[in-house]
């Protein structure tokens, strides 16, 4: 199915991932061009979630996988994934989403695949990390060890995976695809860096957002071909948005890149 027509306009209501105060040296890999978050937020009221990961050499060309986790409820609240970590200078991951945490306190659980097999594994093999995210929401990490912490996937009854399943990419096969996903609210509550579209999509696996949707609340996927490779939804990149879902236990949105 077609996704939407080709739009040289940036819809400017769905777009995120911030440059954080202080920060604007690093390299644009999953930033838009508007305000910098205040981290100013508290736990008593919803806020964005930004994550800044830094000096992550180690793992560049790795998958990233980045679960925020109410230590309450032990819901997934916020999923990012680069699919892989870019090998641009500086190595250094970072982004918003919009209106991502609800009030209450939370945790990130997160990973890079060491092992280049896409499974978690404990460490050796792959490096993983539970770090408790600030009350105002503005998440930091530089990396360093230990890498030990468990971090095996959260069973809840009640959530379910996000994924897009590619059907054609036209003439974009090796270009950056980046999306959002966004709940019924409009709160941005997914973030997918896809590096390379491939060339033949029938071997191409899903791109998905493990434990994240919320069963019977309908989401929505907005979706860009990163042209330049800058992590910028700039006028010319191609905008694609398939139609919104309800949430099941596996929901898949259909992408095709493909002209009208």
């Known amino acids: 199915m077609r996704a939407r027509e080709w739009t040289a306009a940036l819809a400017a209501g769905l777009v995120c991932a911030l440059l954080a105060p202080g920060c604007f040296a690093v390299a644009n890999l999953?930033?838009?061009?508007?305000?910098?978050?205040?981290?100013?937020?508290?736990?008593?009221?919803?806020?964005?979630?930004?994550?800044n990961v830094s000096e992550i050499v180690p793992h560049v060309r790795e998958l990233f996988e980045m679960k925020v986790v109410d230590t309450s409820s032990q819901r997934v609240v916020a999923a990012i994934v680069y699919d892989p970590i870019p090998d641009v200078t500086p190595a250094t991951l970072e982004g918003t989403l919009r209106d991502a945490l609800p009030p209450g306190s939370y945790v990130a659980r997160f990973w890079g695949d060491h092992s280049h097999d896409r499974l978690f594994e404990p460490s050796p093999a792959d490096h993983a990390w539970i770090q408790p995210v600030p009350e105002n929401g503005c998440f930091s990490f530089v990396h360093a060890g230990p890498f030990d912490a468990d971090i095996s996937p959260i069973d809840h009854p009640m959530k379910g995976n996000l994924s897009v399943r590619l059907t054609s990419v036209g003439a974009f096969a090796g270009k950056p695809l980046?999306?959002?996903?966004?709940?019924?609210?409009?709160?941005?509550?997914?973030?997918y860096r896809l590096g390379a579209l491939p060339t033949d999509v029938s071997t191409a696996p899903d791109l998905t957002l493990f434990d994240l949707a919320?069963?019977?609340t309908t989401y929505t996927i907005d979706a860009f071909v990163d042209l330049d490779g800058d992590g910028l939804e700039s006028a010319g990149d191609p905008v694609f948005a398939?139609?919104?879902?309800g949430a099941t236990l596996s929901t898949v949105f259909e992408l095709d890149l493909g002209p009208p």
């Not at 980046?178 to 973030?191: K, L, M, N, P, T």
């Open 214 to 216: 919320v069963l019977d």
């Open 242 to 245: 398939p139609p919104p879902q």
């Open 178 to 191: 980046i999306f959002h996903a966004s709940d019924q609210s409009e709160a941005q509550v997914g973030y």
């Open 30 to 51: 999953d930033r838009f061009e508007i305000e910098p978050p205040a981290c100013t937020g508290n736990a008593t009221i919803t806020r964005d979630y930004h994550w």
